[in-house]
């Protein structure tokens, strides 16, 4: 799984610049982390506080996350899947039934309203 990951990697930084504010060997990896109500919120904070200067992957290059939060109504622009820039990945991230329902239910409800 781990070769998978970096190789999904590898092909959106051939499409990105590897400088910026960032530096020149760090890539911004966008995530989306999925849940109800505060749940979300504490997972990327807790990432935020364990990686607070991101990450390696390999000796090549280092990585820093980007969160974006979806924890309402799918179907509102500010919390849609597909904005710019398109997330590297995806969390989902729930502490009871209901919030096991509302991540069932997301990507159904994003993928009817495309229809």
């Excluded at 781990?2 to 590898?10: F, K, T």
């Excluded at 060997?25 to 504490?42: F, W």
């Excluded at 500010?78 to 995806?90: A, D, I, M, R």
Aim: proline share 5%; hydrophobic share 40%.
């Amino acid at each position: 799984m781990d070769g998978v990951i970096e190789q999904l990697l590898h092909r959106r930084e051939a499409g990105t610049n590897g400088g910026g504010v960032l530096g020149t060997n760090v890539r911004l990896l966008h995530l989306v982390v999925l849940g109800a109500r505060a749940s979300a919120q504490q997972v990327a904070q807790a990432m935020r506080q364990v990686l607070p200067q991101g990450f390696r992957l390999d000796d090549k290059a280092q990585y820093a996350l980007a969160f974006r939060i979806i924890d309402g109504d799918v179907g509102l622009p500010h919390n849609s899947f597909c904005t710019e820039p398109l997330p590297h990945g995806c969390l989902c991230v729930y502490a009871s039934q209901p919030g096991l329902e509302y991540i069932r239910e997301s990507p159904e409800k994003t993928l009817l309203a495309n229809l």
